[in-house]
Every structure is written in structure tokens, then in C-alpha cells.
């Protein structure tokens, strides 16, 4: 009889789960999806009722509805408009931020055509600017402008050359849900050769610009019921002017052309955040192969977007609307300010903008003006809280970083796994309720997760595909065809064979993870005497299997032990010192066979870098004499021990060496970075003429002494002028690779000693 055996159907099942769970998450369901997603929505929520780092400059100046009401009815501004305000609101409002002086001022409102209906504005000195002009004129003095660039719409040059930048302001909400939960770094816009907007201007042509598009070497102008326009290309990307106008190309225009020039428009808030943050946005790199944006700017500040294969990157809602770290105020209040200010009647001014990145948008309801939707925070948000809170996003750093599918795929193989053991194993009821407080408790890690780093881990593939699936069908398989098969096996052997081989018989189974110049101080430490402890044990061991006839593995065996003693000693040594640079905040570079190399002030700053490294090498010093001291007196015992083990013909043990340090310290200006292959480990280290020197320092500082540098004692005396007046100074030291001899001071490090006599420093030679 052949039947499949019962326990090989959990793994059966499991993989099956797996297998299905893979296909689903690869076909990306939509359903599934939205449901991850409203999880998502749940964890922005509850992640508002923790505290989490955000930003103290952010402000919002919101337009609503009494401002409108104001604006119209008002008699003190000296004006009053209806809904559709003339630019020199706006103009007013750059103007009262920049006086109370705004960091930047991003303007969610669309400025897409010149008004010269709108009337002019009277200044001090007599004259009447157009409305238009007087708004780019307040811009231009303010220099701090961000405009608003919808999609598929231009903005006047006047306004474009006066502000500072233009920051996009599209929404992209999830399907089918039509909520907010993304936004875009940046979008590319096109400028095409004026010969191409001349073709575009013309209805007969009939071409929509919009809709071009490069296949290999051509531009393709497609065209609504007729053929597409093709034009060529060199392999240079040109195409040739004489496509378009003939021969009769006017004098001194060039032949050869691109169709076309490409700008990155940066989402507002990301514009927002680079104006505090100094970040370089037209030296973006760009790698959305690799899932990420890197900005970096002033002062070694770097920031890694993370955004998806279309540089879609998920919003960190952590400022809502009514957050009390949010400043706010409506834009009534700042023209009523303005208003003051103009009629100098500064003493009833107050100031709640000075160093504020400032976004201006509407919070009106029932007209043109509204901008409100559905986002993670609720279904009716204004929706210009996005800018604030991406630009918050980039001030902390704290981005919204959704598992790769790689870790979801491991963690959907893990849980389903779990399931299958504990279902198998255990009693349904039993299971079913571990099973149920295993998904809460991994429901409880993704919202902790989240509030506490902005981690997005997957919730509905694991737990309700996974983790439940799994269980189910285990479930379905013991409840129907494990009893079926029982029964049918029982109906058989019942009567031939005793209840524990049928039992047995039940029971039977048959399947067998950018450099910056800086000002550092560099340490080395290396470990004196490991070189003639290596050749000693060696030597012993030798000697030891020719007096016993070793050979082949039993040979081998005893040089294996000497090394791992040796071994052990070494990072005994190297162990401590390496616990103390990491005490004294040091940054622990490398281990270079038995030499620790280490800095200090970077890739964190340390106005005290240089103390804090002499204060570390002293303690190290004193650790190690500490150590020695400790490994003399289990000699001493050894000793005597020996004698007994001797005259009872046992091996002896050997002693435990004692180890010296030589330390070298410089301090001076340095390249600080990651070093290595881009694609591979890459090591964040030191390197330049000061890191060399601090090395040629250890070379030369003998055995348990420590030798700085020049700069490293003028440190000494600006933060603790003790320490430098108990540092000696040495003869200056010829240093191989340094054409002049090189200052050095030595520090003492033992208890109560002294600074060294002029005999004693003529007796003394650095270099043993």
C-alpha cells in the first residue's frame, strides 16, 4: 500500500503558501496592496502619539476664509480685493516675512500668467508699478522665493528670474484609495528647441509636445489621425535645422542642434529644506536604479532620499496641520503687520518668523482656493501639508524606508514556517491561540517600528497571507484528510495489530545585510614585543614536537594551539585598547596586524579632539602596565607551581608574556571618508600628510611611551594647560618620508611621574 506520508504534507503545505504568496506579491494585486497600504495609515497615525524629532523652523501661513473676507472688507490696508487677489498681496506678504526675516518663503499658490488687468500699486517715492512688477520686485529683494511650478504648466520669466527657485507641486495619490501617501524628488522638464515650438504653434501640425517622445535616433511628434512627424538625430543626440526651415537658415545660426534641454523641478519641500540645509540639488546624484537620491551640501551634511524605480518617495507625515511645533498664522495678520510697518508705527510690530522656513498656501473651503484631501493623517487634509513635512523629512533626517521585497519575501518564508511548526505540533485550539498573539505581537513590532525609526515593515503578506494561510490550511488538512486518513488506516490494522503499532503506523514518516577635509587628531598604537612572542612560541613548539616525534596532524595540532594562544594574547591587548578609543569617543579605524590605528573629530565634530585622544592613549598605558602587572603575578604563581608540576614529571606552564605599547599621536587637517570599491565593503578612514606623521611618531616612540606632535601639544595647552606643562619635549626627530626633523613632545602617563631632566632626555633614546 502506498500513501502519502502525513508528516511530509507541512512542508508540502508551507511551500505551497510560499510559492502563492511570491506569485501574488510579484503580480503586485492591487487589493492586497491597498491593504498594506491602510496599514500604513494606521501606523502615520499612531506614530503621532510618540515623540519623535522634528524640526523647530517650520511654519505655515495659511489663507482661509476670514483672510479672504478681510482682504475684501477691510478699510486700514489702504486696499481690498475679492477672491482672485492682484499680485501685490502676494508682493505685501514677501515683503512683511522678509522684514521679520524668514529663512524661505515657498509659495503654494499658482502665478502662471501676468495680470496686467490687475491695478498698480502706488509706492513711497510716487510711482505706480504694476501689480505683477511690484510682486516680482518684493522677490527679488527678499532672494528667498520658492514659486509653485504645477505640471504641465510655465510660469512668466518675470516671476521665474526673481525668485530664488521653483519647487514642484504635484500630488500623486495611490490607487484606488485617492490618498496622498507619495511624493515625487523631483520631475524633469523639458525645454525644447524653439524650432519644435514653432511646429507645436502651428494648428495645422497639430502636434502636442507633451506627448513627444526619443525612440533611438529620432524624436517622435505624435499626431492625432495622421502620421507622426519623425525627426532624426546624429549620434550626438543633435538633429539638423534644415529638417525644419530648408536651406534658408538665417546667418550665424548653427546647423546642428538638440532638440531639446532637460531641468529637474524639485519637489517644494525638498526646495524648502535645501535652502536651511545648503544642499547642492543641481549636483544631485541620482541612482533610482539603486533606490535612492543622495544631496549633500555645507559642512559635510548629506541626505539619502529613498524612492522607488520612478524617484516616488513615501511622505513622513509627522506635522499635522494643528501640530503645536508647526508656527502659524494667517495671512491676514502679516498684511495687517505690513500695513503697521509702512505707517512706522513699529512699537505695536511683533516678530514670529525670524529664521522660519515658510510655506504659504490656502486652508480655505468652498471655493476656487481649496486644497484639501485625503492623506495618511485623515480623509480631509490640507493637502499643502506635504511641503512642511518633506522638508521636515530632510532637516532630521528621518525618511519613511519601506522593506525591500527581498526582506519581505524572508519574512513571509519565516512566518509561514512558524505557522507550520506550531500548528503541526501543537493542539489546533493551543495553536490557534499562539499563533493569533505571535500576529499581534509582530502587528505591535511594525507600529513600534515605525514611530520609532520610520520603518515600514510589510504586515498584511506575512501575517494574513503567511502566517494565517498557513495555518488554515494546516488546519483544513488535519480536521479532513488527516482524520480520513486515520480513519482508513485504523479501519485496516485495527483487528491485526496492537494500538501502539497502530500508532506507530499513524506516526510513520518517510522524508528524511563623500570625503570632506578636516581637522583631526590621528592615533597609532602598536604592540611592542608581538614579533619576538610570535618567534619564541614558535620556537618552543618546534622544540617541543622534535622532543616528542611529532608529526603529520599531530603536529599541525600543536602549531594550531600556539597560534590561537598567540592569538588570544594579541587581541587581549588589542581588545583593550580598542574598548578605549570607543570610551573616549574616538572613531577605531583599523587593526593593521598588531598595530590599532584611530582618530578623533570625525565623522562627528570635537572641539577638544586632540585632549581627548592624549587623555585615551594615558589611560591605555596605564591599562596595559595595569595588565602586565596582573599577567606578573600569574607568573610568579606559575613559578612556583612549576616546581611541583617538575618534580612530578608534569610539562611546565608556560609564562604569560607582557606586552608594551608605542603610541604616536598628530593632530592637522586631513581627507575624511569612505574608501573602497562602491560595489563592495568600503572603510571610513583618515588619509594626508598628518595621518603619516602620527604613524612615523608610533615608529619612533619606542615601548610604553607616548610621543605627539606640534599641533597636538598647542591643543594640549589651549584645553588643558596642566596636561601640556607636564609634556616633555624631545629633540626634534629626523622621520622617514619628512625632509625637516619634526618637533615631538613626549607624555608621561604614570602615576605622580615627573617631567624627565635635561640628563635624563640626553640619556634617553626615542627610538629604542
Not at 506614530?47 to 505655515?60: I, V
Not at 482661509?64 to 475679492?82: M, P
Not at 583618515?686 to 610621543?707: C, D, K, P, W
Request: proline letters at 5%.
Amino acid at each position: 500500500m502506498k500513501r502519502l506520508p502525513i508528516k511530509r504534507v507541512p512542508a508540502l503545505i508551507t511551500l505551497g503558501v510560499i510559492v502563492l504568496i511570491s506569485l501574488v506579491r510579484g503580480w503586485q494585486f492591487n487589493f492586497l496592496e491597498s491593504l498594506e497600504r491602510m496599514t500604513y495609515d494606521l501606523r502615520v497615525r499612531a506614530a503621532l502619539r510618540h515623540a519623535a524629532p522634528l524640526a523647530t523652523n517650520l511654519g505655515f501661513v495659511f489663507i482661509d476664509d476670514a483672510s479672504i473676507a478681510f482682504v475684501r472688507t477691510n478699510t486700514t490696508l489702504g486696499y481690498n480685493y475679492g477672491l482672485y487677489w492682484p499680485r501685490q498681496v502676494y508682493g505685501r506678504l514677501v515683503q512683511e516675512l522678509a522684514a521679520q526675516g524668514a529663512r524661505a518663503v515657498a509659495l503654494d499658490v499658482i502665478f502662471h500668467e501676468l495680470r496686467p488687468d490687475h491695478p498698480p500699486v502706488r509706492m513711497a517715492d510716487g510711482s505706480f508699478p504694476e501689480s505683477d512688477e511690484f510682486f516680482a520686485l518684493q522677490m527679488r529683494r527678499a532672494g528667498n522665493v520658492i514659486l509653485a511650478l504645477p505640471e504641465d504648466l510655465t510660469l512668466p520669466a518675470l516671476f521665474q528670474t526673481n525668485a530664488l527657485a521653483l519647487g514642484d507641486i504635484s500630488t500623486h495619490k495611490d490607487h484606488p484609495e485617492g490618498v496622498l501617501r507619495r511624493a515625487q524628488a523631483f520631475r524633469v522638464r523639458r525645454h525644447w528647441h524653439f524650432a519644435f515650438q514653432q511646429v507645436a504653434a502651428d494648428p495645422e501640425f497639430g502636434v502636442d509636445l507633451r506627448r513627444a517622445r526619443v525612440e533611438g535616433r529620432q524624436v517622435v511628434l505624435p499626431r492625432s489621425g495622421v502620421e507622426d512627424i519623425r525627426v532624426p538625430l546624429d549620434a550626438e543626440g543633435c538633429f539638423d535645422l534644415a529638417d525644419f526651415a530648408g536651406d534658408k537658415l538665417p546667418p550665424g545660426v548653427a546647423r546642428r542642434a538638440k532638440p531639446f534641454t532637460e531641468e529637474r523641478i524639485w519637489h517644494m519641500g525638498i526646495v524648502l529644506a535645501a535652502v536651511e540645509l545648503g544642499l547642492d540639488l543641481a549636483g544631485a546624484e541620482v541612482r533610482l536604479d539603486q533606490g535612492r537620491i543622495t544631496l549633500q551640501g555645507a559642512h559635510g551634511v548629506r541626505r539619502d532620499i529613498p524612492v522607488d524605480a520612478d524617484g516616488y518617495f513615501y511622505i513622513n507625515w509627522a506635522l499635522p496641520p494643528n501640530h503645536p511645533q508647526l508656527a502659524q498664522e494667517s495671512i491676514q495678520a502679516l498684511l495687517q503687520q505690513d500695513g503697521l510697518r509702512l505707517q512706522q508705527r513699529t512699537n505695536e510690530l511683533h516678530n514670529h518668523w525670524r529664521g522660519k522656513l515658510v510655506v504659504v498656501g490656502s486652508s480655505a473651503t468652498g471655493n476656487d482656493l481649496t486644497d484639501r484631501g485625503a492623506t495618511p493623517l485623515k480623509a480631509d487634509t490640507l493637502l499643502a501639508s506635504q511641503h512642511w513635512n518633506v522638508a521636515n523629512s530632510l532637516l532630521t533626517g528621518r525618511f519613511v524606508r519601506r522593506a525591500p521585497l527581498g526582506v519581505e519575501w524572508a519574512l513571509v518564508a519565516l512566518l509561514a514556517v512558524v505557522a507550520a511548526v506550531v500548528t503541526w505540533k501543537m493542539r489546533v485550539l493551543v495553536a490557534s491561540a499562539l499563533l493569533v498573539l505571535l500576529g499581534a505581537a509582530y502587528v505591535g513590532l511594525g507600529f513600534v517600528l515605525y514611530a520609532r525609526t520610520c520603518y515600514w515593515l510589510p504586515l498584511v503578506l506575512p501575517v494574513a497571507g503567511s502566517l494565517l494561510l498557513t495555518h488554515l490550511g494546516l488546519v483544513t488538512w488535519r480536521v479532513v484528510f488527516e482524520q480520513a486518513e486515520r480513519r482508513r488506516v485504523r479501519s485496516i490494522f485495527a483487528r491485526i495489530v496492537s494500538p501502539k503499532i497502530v500508532n506507530e503506523l499513524l506516526a510513520a514518516e518517510s522524508f528524511s545585510l563623500g570625503g570632506v577635509r578636516r581637522e583631526i587628531t590621528v592615533f597609532f598604537a602598536d604592540v611592542r614585543g608581538f614579533t619576538e612572542l610570535t618567534d619564541s612560541s614558535q620556537e618552543r613548539v618546534a622544540a617541543l614536537v622534535r622532543r616528542h616525534g611529532l608529526t603529520g596532524q599531530a603536529a599541525e595540532d600543536c602549531f594550531d594551539e600556539q597560534a590561537r594562544e598567540t592569538l588570544s594574547t594579541i587581541n587581549l591587548y588589542l581588545g583593550l585598547v580598542a574598548d578605549t578609543v570607543i570610551r573616549h569617543d574616538g572613531t577605531l579605524d583599523k587593526f593593521i596586524g598588531d598595530c590599532v590605528m584611530a582618530f578623533w573629530g570625525a565623522p562627528t565634530p570635537n572641539p577638544r579632539h586632540a585632549l581627548a585622544c592624549v587623555r585615551a592613549a594615558i589611560e591605555m598605558q596605564r591599562a596595559v602596565e595595569q595588565l602586565n602587572q596582573q599577567r606578573a603575578a600569574e607568573n610568579a604563581r606559575r613559578e612556583r607551581e612549576n616546581v611541583e608540576r617538575a618534580s612530578a614529571g608534569l610539562a611546565e606552564k608556560p609564562r604569560l608574556p607582557r606586552l608594551l605599547l608605542g603610541t604616536g599621536i598628530n593632530t592637522g587637517m586631513a581627507t575624511v571618508g569612505l574608501m573602497g570599491s562602491a560595489a563592495e565593503l568600503q572603510n571610513y578612514t583618515v588619509f594626508g600628510r598628518e595621518v603619516n606623521l602620527a604613524s612615523r611618531l608610533e615608529n619612533a616612540s619606542g615601548q610604553g611611551r607616548i610621543f605627539i606632535g606640534q599641533c597636538t601639544y598647542e591643543h594640549l595647552r589651549r584645553d588643558d594647560p596642566a596636561l601640556a606643562a607636564t609634556c616633555t619635549e624631545l629633540p626634534p626627530q629626523d622621520l622617514k618620508g619628512f625632509r625637516s626633523p619634526v618637533k615631538v613632545y613626549e607624555v608621561p602617563w604614570r602615576s605622580g611621574e615627573a617631567a624627565p631632566s635635561a640628563a635624563d632626555l640626553a640619556r634617553r633614546d626615542p627610538s629604542a
